[in-house]
């Protein structure tokens, strides 16, 4: 069965990157037609979509964030990563990696990883 799990630090500084890797297990990040996505919850509030990757490697972001967000990949190691730029308090939450596809019924994140805290502060 395919599994996600993210990694990467607890504790970020503001104005600093937030850098966080999904690790995939028990399938492959390049099958089509398969999307890999970030996805946040602030404490208190609700689920953001962040962006994905694509099985084929096409990114995308949310409006909102796309100034600051980079969604990359890295084949060899199945694994695809976040990057959040000057980040700020209000960045701190729970992120999660998610498997969507790429057509059809979108976003229904079939898959999930347990999720990491990330906290933004000095």
């Known amino acids: 069965q395919v599994q996600l799990q993210e990694s990467g630090p607890a504790l970020v500084k503001p104005s600093q990157t937030l850098s966080l890797t999904c690790t995939v297990s028990?399938?492959?990040?390049?099958?089509?037609?398969?999307?890999w996505s970030w996805i946040r919850q602030p404490p208190g509030k609700g689920l953001e979509w962040m962006g994905v990757?694509?099985?084929?490697?096409?990114?995308n972001y949310s409006p909102y964030l796309k100034s600051r967000t980079s969604i990359s990949r890295n084949t060899s190691k199945n694994q695809f990563s976040l990057q959040l730029s000057s980040v700020t308090p209000e960045d701190t939450a729970v992120y999660y990696c998610a498997r969507d596809r790429v057509a059809g019924v979108i976003g229904y994140f079939e898959v999930w990883g347990q999720g990491t805290l990330v906290t933004v502060s000095s």
């Open positions: 990757v694509t099985y084929n490697g096409i990114t």
């Open positions: 028990g399938g492959s990040i390049t099958t089509s037609f398969y999307a």
